[in-house]
């Protein structure tokens, strides 16, 4: 629609022979449908708001038909959008094999509404048909056009999401240009680190809050923790190391022999990586290294074993398996052997992939995991299920951190940006003393 149809559009003449000039700012558009195309007018602007914000939805598909079924759900979780829509439908609506689209439309109404979003509705009696459409159309347009040009509302959001998320305070750029960032990590006067991956660099963000070169090359670095020493532990994947530098970056070699991707460095001094079987053939594992230095192999037979992180009395280990939808679980013995291994935190996978391409996590000082997924980052309950679901703005993100003096400013590697913003929460840093997050809930 937007590379096509509406460009295709621009290149014609109205009637009396004027040229067709269209509005490029969401605010200034209302997107239509009835039955799919109702469903597919609201994905239009569910999934770039910034080209559509007004919206008109009849006989709405929001059922089991190609994954209809879950916006109610999506709507709940994500942080809120600039969308204004009305919604029309009838009581003698379809009821069929793929759902019942009367209520399907009443609850697409009542997540609206628990999100915070600007929505109004028409029901009646009526079929699968355009007849109730025709009656209340006018209508719906003054509504949805009502107070123009002031922009939509976004609304606040879910009780969870407002728990965590500062009203006013989005993402801010801090860094672009890179080829591929990853590894932010944070050390205890609350200064970011991450890496350029590609090139080799590792960059410390200065307190004017802009990066500057701290290793010059870090063999290919990639997921990096600080320790309770106040060294900075790096995978070195060039070189098949663990490395740990100090504050003038000399580096030591901690481990070698296999090729990382994340770790973790708990309190006692203990490091947990994760190995993912780069070449599809290897299996996936993950190594731990005692404090003394020696390593050994504790867990098999994840598909891609990737990010990982501590729970905050550091009892549990997580561990992201990209190619799955699922966060494992396992209980960390006294010898550092896992115990106990479970699918325990389920995350949602986007229409446009096969799994949720979990990678960074950290959890906050209240147990919430935050997961760096292919849908931004995901924030879960210590029960294992998803509450929040937070987009960045260019809709990548490869691993997250808390950082400043209060650790309560997420930092997000995305691709060739990272972005920071300010929280309601703090991270839970694991060269600190462990603590015990309050009781999970409902």
């Known amino acids: ?45 569910w999934e770039r708001p910034d080209a559509f914000q007004r919206v008109f939805s009849s006989i709405g598909t929001y059922v089991g038909l190609r994954g209809g079924n879950v916006y109610p759900t999506l709507i709940r979780k994500y942080e809120p959008k600039p969308i204004r829509i009305f919604l029309e439908d009838g009581s003698g609506d379809q009821n069929i094999y793929g759902g019942d689209w009367w209520m399907a439309n009443q609850e697409m109404e009542r997540s609206l509404k628990f999100a915070g979003y600007e929505v109004n509705h028409a029901w009646g009696e009526g079929g699968h048909n355009e007849q109730g459409a025709r009656l209340v159309f006018a209508d719906a347009m003054r509504w949805i056009w009502k107070d123009w040009p002031t922009p939509v509302k976004v609304g606040l959001g879910s009780a969870s999401l407002q728990e965590i998320l500062i009203p006013g305070e989005g993402w801010q750029l801090v860094a672009e240009g890179y080829r591929f960032t990853e590894g932010p990590c944070v050390n205890a006067r609350g200064e970011v680190f991450f890496n350029e991956v590609p090139t080799g660099k590792t960059y410390k963000i200065g307190t004017d809050g802009k990066p500057v070169e701290f290793i010059a090359d870090s063999k290919r670095g990639d997921g990096q923790r600080f320790g309770p020493d106040g060294r900075l532990y790096s995978v070195a994947g060039a070189t098949e190391q663990i490395l740990a530098y100090d504050e003038k970056g000399q580096a030591t070699v901690v481990a070698e022999g296999f090729r990382g991707n994340d770790l973790i460095v708990r309190h006692d001094g203990s490091v947990y990586v994760t190995e993912p079987g780069w070449d599809g053939k290897s299996p996936s594992q993950i190594w731990h290294i005692s404090p003394t230095g020696e390593k050994k192999v504790v867990d098999k037979g994840l598909k891609f074993s990737n990010g990982i992180t501590l729970s905050p009395d550091q009892s549990l280990l997580y561990v992201a398996d990209s190619r799955s939808h699922w966060v494992y679980s396992y209980q960390i013995q006294p010898n550092g052997s896992l115990d106990y291994k479970q699918r325990y935190y389920h995350l949602h996978v986007p229409d446009t992939a096969d799994d949720s391409g979990a990678d960074g996590m950290r959890t906050d000082r209240q147990g919430r995991l935050w997961v760096a997924t292919r849908v931004g980052l995901q924030v879960c309950d210590q029960a294992g299920r998803v509450h929040c679901i937070i987009p960045t703005p260019n809709g990548k993100v490869s691993n997250l951190t808390f950082g400043g003096p209060n650790f309560d400013v997420v930092y997000a590697t995305c691709g060739d940006k990272v972005f920071h913003r300010r929280v309601k929460v703090q991270g839970a840093q694991t060269f600190l003393p462990p603590i015990k997050p309050d009781k999970p809930r409902l």
């Not at 269209?22 to 109702?38: F, P």
């Open 1 to 45: 629609m937007l590379e096509e149809l509406l460009p295709d559009a621009e290149q014609q003449k109205s009637s009396d022979g004027r040229a067709i000039k269209l509005s490029q700012d969401g605010n200034d558009r209302c997107i239509a449908g009835a039955s799919s195309g109702a469903i597919c007018a609201f994905t239009a602007a």
